[in-house]
């Protein structure tokens, strides 16, 4: 809706309070239609009409704990906390424009370090606390911070990382911050007033290619997408959000900023693993739950109870598109109502998105009797301008072409801090590539085939590693996670078969050379490129992900990438294809070299 039909609209609206009651349609109208509304403002717009400050809104669990260790916070409450850490920040000299680390495991204190840095005018840059010290260290040294805020475990660890902990400007504990209490004035002009440009975070991506990048989000920019879910995200009377994204990530704090102005009670967890969510599923009864698409394939594959997702509507994933297999089997729990009446089956929202969109650009809905799959990440986002594909040299290609996705959003980062040349080469013509590859159809569905740095290069040509996960995972329901790689040919070291990492269920007893089988026979069913090995893990980190929860390809390449030259499996549980058994260095054809490199 635009904003002036907003303001027609509201003009028979008396003003409204909000409070418990702000869920509904004409508060939230109120607000969506405020112009100055963004995500430095937000905290104010809903204090400025809140009836019931005291009404419990978020809801903190510790790592490891229960129901009892809840702890609740209030609007007064994170009001009162926001201002108490602008007032610690002012004495410590941060002002408008200094960048401060955040690096704690505590995701209230990452929103409200949040809100207090930009109220001040200065730029939080929170980092997943599941980053490794020596990698925090290096990218918080490169955004030349003002200081660094760190939990005491983190910040002994952090300091222990680096050589120069001068570059840090200053370091002090989470724990320290909290217990000064309500020290020191205020800066003049508190809160400040953002810009339309004005940067307000800086995220950082996964680091699924390297050390994590840092793109810049700004106080419209970033909150540009988050202005229409006001009106549809799930508010009503009964409605009660699940958060499992790590709190320190950009979609976190965008669902707590959700929450914060629609008012739904919102539990926010620390722990994101699947058996830990299913316990709090049962005493919180969510009727939403937001996770990363990894949470959601271990629920899937841990077979979760119907009683236990009885109240749930709504899964709602982002970052990589989620698979099939696990989206079929959570949207039979749950429920949706139907005339009035509830009815079994709920639906899965999957986002396809990037930290420097700051969003989901593709939306696909999935429920109990839709059948949108292949790797179909669904429409572009209202909020999406535009949508296409191009080649490597450029040029736009038609429906049912592979070549790379490509977005104009006003939602697009900023830019990337301190690294103008990343920031140009990751635009074309006005449009951001995301890095992925697919193509649309003749409907305007947009298809995610692979990111660009995965393709695996055969001597038959590309293979694209998702689409081969789907059947992978389709194939195999006791798998709780798969990724497909490329490992050398021992045909030729120039070019690439894919092999599968695959993690099986505890209670499976599935050998690799019984798995390679089924999945290469189902495969061949499906018409794609057969595997050449099949390496079975069992640990919950034995795949590795990045700290936003994305598969790190890189590192799984780099792990087996000389799996089928050598017999060797180091104690493995690999099974490999008589075929990848070929001799090393025996050519491939020419013709063939020249059309994979080329692809």
Not at 191 to 199: A, L, N, R
Not at 526 to 531: D, P, Q
Request: glycine fraction near 10%; charge should be neutral; charged fraction near 25%.
């Amino acid at each position: 809706m635009k904003i002036r039909s907003l303001q027609r609209h509201l003009a028979s609206v008396r003003r409204m309070k909000l409070g418990r009651s702000h869920r509904g349609l004409r508060a939230r109208l109120e607000l969506v239609s405020e112009r100055s509304l963004g995500v430095g403002t937000f905290l104010w717009h809903t204090l400025d009409r809140a009836a019931d400050l005291d009404a419990p809104l978020l809801h903190h669990l510790p790592r490891g704990g229960g129901e009892k260790d809840i702890r609740s916070y209030s609007l007064a409450d994170l009001r009162d906390a926001t201002e108490r850490y602008a007032r610690w920040f002012h004495a410590a000299g941060v002002a408008r424009g200094d960048r401060v680390g955040i690096y704690s495991g505590d995701g209230i204190a990452n929103f409200v370090h949040f809100m207090a840095l930009n109220s001040i005018g200065a730029i939080p840059a929170p980092v997943n606390p599941s980053m490794a010290p020596q990698t925090a260290a290096r990218y918080l040294k490169r955004l030349e911070p003002r200081g660094v805020v760190a939990d005491v475990d983190r910040l002994e660890t952090l300091l222990a990382a680096t050589d120069s902990p001068e570059g840090f400007g200053f370091t002090v504990s989470q724990e320290e911050v909290d217990s000064a209490g309500r020290v020191g004035p205020l800066p003049v002009g508190y809160p400040y007033m953002h810009g339309d440009h004005d940067p307000v975070l800086i995220a950082h991506s996964s680091g699924t290619t390297g050390m994590p990048k840092a793109p810049i989000l700004g106080h419209r920019q970033f909150f540009a997408g988050k202005r229409p879910r006001i009106l549809t995200m799930p508010s009503g009377v009964d409605d009660k959000n699940l958060l499992v994204f790590p709190p320190s990530h950009g979609s976190g704090l965008s669902y707590m900023m959700m929450a914060t102005l629609t008012g739904v009670p919102t539990l926010v967890m620390e722990e994101q693993r699947g058996p830990a969510v299913a316990e709090v599923m049962r005493w919180w009864k969510p009727t939403v739950v937001i996770a990363f698409p990894i949470t959601f394939g271990e629920l899937a594959a841990l077979g979760v109870e119907p009683s236990v997702a009885s109240r749930v509507t709504t899964w709602l994933s982002t970052a990589d598109a989620s698979h099939e297999a696990h989206v079929r089997e959570l949207v039979r729990l749950g429920r949706h109502r139907v005339g009035g009446k509830w009815r079994q089956g709920s639906r899965y929202i999957d986002g396809l998105a990037s930290t420097e969109v700051g969003m989901a650009v593709f939306q696909n809905i999935h429920g109990p009797d839709t059948d949108a799959y292949k790797r179909c990440v669904g429409y572009p986002e209202p909020i999406v301008e535009e949508a296409t594909v191009y080649d490597e040299h450029g040029k736009r290609l038609g429906p049912n072409e592979i070549g790379f996705i490509a977005v104009k959003t006003p939602t697009e980062t900023l830019g990337y801090w301190n690294d103008p040349d990343l920031t140009h080469r990751s635009k074309h013509d006005g449009f951001w590539l995301t890095g992925d590859i697919g193509y649309y159809d003749e409907q305007g569905r947009f298809y995610q085939y692979d990111r660009a740095t995965d393709v695996i290069h055969t001597a038959r040509g590309p293979v694209y590693s998702l689409p081969t996960e789907e059947i992978v995972l389709k194939a195999c329901r006791q798998a709780v996670d798969c990724v497909v790689a490329a490992a050398i040919s021992p045909a030729d070291e120039e070019l690439s078969e894919p092999i599968a990492v695959v993690r099986l269920a505890e209670r499976c007893d599935l050998t690799s050379r019984e798995l390679l089988a089924q999945l290469n026979g189902a495969l061949r069913t499906a018409g794609a490129h057969e595997l050449s090995a099949v390496v079975l893990v069992k640990g919950e980190n034995d795949i590795p992900l990045g700290v936003t929860g994305k598969v790190l390809k890189r590192e799984v390449r780099t792990t087996y990438e000389k799996v089928l030259l050598s017999d060797d499996d180091h104690g493995l549980d690999i099974a490999r294809t008589r075929s990848a058994r070929t001799a090393p260095n025996a050519p491939a054809p020419a013709a063939r070299r020249r059309q994979t490199k080329a692809a």
